[in-house]
């Protein structure tokens, strides 16, 4: 990786050299990790794994490595990795590098890079503490609110100070925060790392993703146990993956260095039909100098073969080759020999014709070598292609070229995986998107704050939410918990949300309303609700009821009208939906409505409200199961009247502060995420 061009929003401070601009020697680990809860563990145990490595490899600067050096930078990196995983959500991409500088003073850096995929998503905590005075910044734009530091932004005040300099760099589609930390100790190499810890932590980094460097691969082991051990491995972690950015990464860490020097994978764009253009998803290389000139020598022209090669491996130019030329325009895979996609076995091995001269394509690496593509396929259709190679070989062993095709196999179905699981979580957005309300509306005298959060991406949720005003300076709330999820529950939700608005502004009472919409779910809503199932499963999925079953839905419903001297009269009813609760500012809570039965279970119900007033400063909560019923282990999180405990602990909060703070209660409640829709709504008196 070239030295990153410090372009903006770079802190420094005075008399420091700044990273990627030392002139001496340079050494370098890296890794990709998944944006996952896993990753900065994994990065702390691939952080003490290469400086102990460099130690000892003899390193001259990493003499000066003491036990201080190391625990700053694993605590920066844990920073800086967690600050990703959490704001960015993407891939990250961790660089440990030592600069080493000459001259009547040698000095030498530990530079750590952390880049992440989301350049739009700000760093937490910045701007940093130079921000202020970035000259970037206009007169007329006004200075970012800085977050409550009881709250927020303590890891980057962590990193500025154990690091010597630090900022922040953006380039297209990419954002890196880079922290330098000065080798000052030289009080003598440290005890040699225990063997058994050292390997076990090398070993927890590459089950996340593989460091690249060089290895001595053994290929005769791929004739015995040591194909079936890494194809399981393989599935393994292509198999929990939902993004095909990051099944490619992870695809492209296990290959290489294991089975290859190099590889590159392209996707093909879905639904784009054959004139569309593949997409480099992802180049690796095991010696990091080589990974930009190889990416630079892919990037003229992607790979294409024949549309007749099958699952097979098709010798290929490598890419810089002076003799074959590199992928240009001419298309040198437009046209394959005969069995472009038989058994590598054959004298010459089949193979693409040659392309045009190379000119000045760079070298990624010191030898020529050997390179092989193999078609990515799901269910017949072809997803994209994968090329690997060596160096300084003319032939690929047969059993690797075997193993790789087994692989890439495998890699067809996670692709095929993350691609149906992106169309279903697209069109669940959408659905959802218009199942709930794209505005709610504002009460005078009431501040409302709404937090919803779908336990699945990929399903439609079962909660839903709406604030509209009626006739005769009404305003109604309702928040709603429909039975299950998916098309079942989106049909209900579908109904229930439009009936309600009709109901209220024909004028009904809260309590009418409720008892009509109970008649219309019973009568309309599981005919409906049946028949989506049975579409679904006609299409191939899985029924998601009997049929017999009814669908229940649990509602809070209510009305508020403005008080000439202040406050709002509430009236409330609650239909199978967890109590609202009514916040005083002394701290005293109390349910805010009876308990009744849930709509769509019971004909000829008669549904009572109940009525008070909301006075200023008086905060009314109303939430689904999924706060009050969120789990950990046998224990629910309102139990003890666990909800109200925390509600009590907002009072004189603002609307918007109570929602957050009980939200960040229900997250914090158990390790795992919530496994239900949680939804929320606070109303409060100004």
């Known amino acids: 990786m070239a030295p990153i061009p410090l372009q903006r929003d770079t802190v420094q401070r005075p008399g420091t050299i700044r990273a990627g601009y030392a002139h001496g020697p340079r050494l370098a680990s890296r890794t990709s990790l998944p944006g996952i809860p896993l990753a900065p563990s994994a990065a702390r145990r691939f952080v003490r794994a290469a400086l102990a490595e460099w130690t000892g490899l003899g390193v001259p600067a990493a003499v000066g490595f003491s036990d201080r050096l190391a625990d700053d930078a694993v605590t920066v990196t844990n920073e800086l990795v967690t600050n990703a995983v959490v704001h960015a959500g993407t891939t990250v991409d961790l660089v440990l590098r030592l600069e080493e500088e000459g001259g009547e003073e040698p000095s030498a850096a530990l530079v750590l890079e952390v880049t992440d995929h989301h350049p739009a998503r700000p760093v937490s905590g910045d701007e940093p503490e130079a921000a202020a005075g970035d000259p970037a910044r206009t007169e007329t734009e006004a200075p970012t609110e800085l977050p409550d530091p009881a709250e927020y932004g303590r890891g980057l005040q962590l990193v500025a100070t154990l690091a010597e300099s630090w900022g922040i760099t953006y380039r297209t589609g990419l954002k890196t925060?880079?922290?330098?930390?000065?080798?000052?100790?030289?009080?003598?190499?440290?005890?040699?790392?225990?063997?058994?810890?050292?390997?076990?932590?090398?070993?927890?980094?590459?089950?996340?993703?593989?460091?690249?460097?060089?290895?001595?691969?053994?290929?005769?082991?791929?004739?015995?146990?040591?194909?079936?051990?890494?194809?399981?491995?393989?599935?393994?972690?292509?198999?929990?993956?939902?993004?095909?950015?990051?099944?490619?990464?992870?695809?492209?860490?296990?290959?290489?260095?294991?089975?290859?020097?190099?590889?590159?994978?392209?996707?093909?764009?879905?639904?784009?039909?054959?004139?569309?253009?593949?997409?480099?998803?992802?180049?690796?290389?095991?010696?990091?100098?080589?990974?930009?000139?190889?990416?630079?020598?892919?990037?003229?022209?992607?790979?294409?073969?024949?549309?007749?090669?099958?699952?097979?491996?098709?010798?290929?130019?490598?890419?810089?080759?002076?003799?074959?030329?590199?992928?240009?325009?001419?298309?040198?895979?437009?046209?394959?020999?005969?069995?472009?996609?038989?058994?590598?076995?054959?004298?010459?091995?089949?193979?693409?014709?040659?392309?045009?001269?190379?000119?000045?394509?760079?070298?990624?690496?010191?030898?020529?070598?050997?390179?092989?593509?193999?078609?990515?396929?799901?269910?017949?259709?072809?997803?994209?292609?994968?090329?690997?190679?060596?160096?300084?070989?003319?032939?690929?062993?047969?059993?690797?070229?075997?193993?790789?095709?087994?692989?890439?196999?495998?890699?067809?179905?996670?692709?095929?995986?993350?691609?149906?699981?992106?169309?279903?979580?697209?069109?669940?957005?959408?659905?959802?998107?218009?199942?709930?309300?794209?505005?709610?509306?504002?009460?005078?005298?009431?501040?409302?704050?709404?937090?919803?959060?779908?336990?699945?991406?990929?399903?439609?949720?079962?909660?839903?939410?709406?604030?509209?005003?009626?006739?005769?300076?009404?305003?109604?709330?309702?928040?709603?918990?429909?039975?299950?999820?998916?098309?079942?529950?989106?049909?209900?939700?579908?109904?229930?949300?439009?009936?309600l608005r009709l109901l209220s502004r024909e004028g009904f009472g809260v309590g009418e309303v409720l008892d009509r919409l109970n008649r219309l779910l019973l009568d309309d809503a599981m005919e409906a609700a049946e028949a989506a199932a049975l579409m679904v499963a006609a299409a191939g999925g899985q029924q998601l009821h009997d049929g017999s079953q009814s669908r229940f839905?649990?509602?809070?419903?209510?009305?508020?009208?403005?008080?000439?001297?202040?406050?709002?009269?509430c009236t409330v009813a609650s239909a199978g939906h967890p109590l609202p609760l009514l916040l005083r500012p002394d701290g005293s809570v109390r349910p805010a409505a009876e308990p009744q039965v849930l709509l769509g279970v019971v004909e000829d119900v008669a549904y009572e409200s109940q009525v008070f007033d909301l006075a200023p400063g008086d905060t009314l909560l109303c939430v689904t199961d999924g706060v009050t019923e969120r789990r950990s282990g046998p224990l629910m999180f309102d139990d003890g009247d666990g909800l109200a405990r925390v509600l009590a602990g907002c009072a004189g909060l603002p609307a918007e502060a109570t929602a957050e703070r009980i939200r960040r209660a229900v997250h914090e409640f158990a390790e795992q995420p919530p496994d239900d829709d949680v939804a929320l709504l606070v109303l409060h008196a100004d």
């Not at 076990?200 to 146990?225: F, H, K, N, Q, Y």
């Not at 089949?350 to 690496?365: L, S, T």
Request: proline share 10%.
């Open 177 to 499: 925060v880079w922290a330098r930390l000065p080798v000052d100790d030289w009080s003598g190499p440290p005890a040699p790392p225990d063997r058994d810890s050292l390997r076990r932590g090398l070993r927890a980094a590459e089950i996340l993703a593989p460091a690249a460097r060089r290895t001595e691969r053994d290929d005769a082991v791929w004739d015995s146990r040591g194909a079936p051990a890494f194809l399981a491995e393989a599935s393994d972690l292509l198999a929990g993956q939902l993004d095909e950015d990051l099944v490619a990464a992870i695809a492209g860490q296990l290959l290489v260095p294991r089975l290859a020097d190099w590889c590159a994978i392209w996707l093909e764009a879905e639904g784009g039909g054959p004139g569309a253009e593949p997409r480099l998803a992802r180049v690796w290389h095991s010696d990091e100098t080589g990974m930009e000139p190889l990416r630079t020598a892919l990037e003229r022209e992607p790979l294409r073969l024949p549309a007749d090669v099958g699952s097979g491996p098709v010798h290929v130019p490598v890419p810089w080759s002076a003799q074959h030329g590199p992928y240009a325009g001419d298309g040198p895979y437009a046209e394959s020999g005969p069995g472009a996609g038989s058994s590598l076995g054959a004298e010459g091995g089949p193979g693409v014709q040659d392309g045009p001269h190379a000119g000045d394509v760079p070298h990624p690496g010191s030898r020529d070598g050997a390179a092989l593509a193999f078609r990515i396929t799901a269910g017949g259709r072809a997803l994209g292609t994968v090329l690997v190679g060596r160096e300084g070989v003319a032939r690929m062993p047969e059993a690797v070229a075997s193993l790789i095709e087994d692989f890439v196999r495998r890699l067809g179905l996670a692709v095929g995986a993350a691609r149906a699981y992106t169309r279903q979580a697209t069109i669940s957005r959408i659905l959802q998107r218009g199942l709930l309300p794209s505005k709610v509306a504002e009460i005078p005298g009431v501040t409302s704050a709404l937090v919803y959060e779908p336990s699945d991406d990929g399903v439609v949720g079962g909660d839903f939410y709406d604030i509209f005003p009626c006739p005769g300076d009404r305003w109604c709330f309702v928040l709603g918990d429909v039975q299950g999820s998916g098309p079942e529950a989106a049909v209900v939700t579908g109904l229930a949300r439009p009936w």
């Open 553 to 569: 839905l649990s509602l809070l419903y209510g009305e508020v009208v403005p008080l000439p001297g202040g406050g709002v009269r």
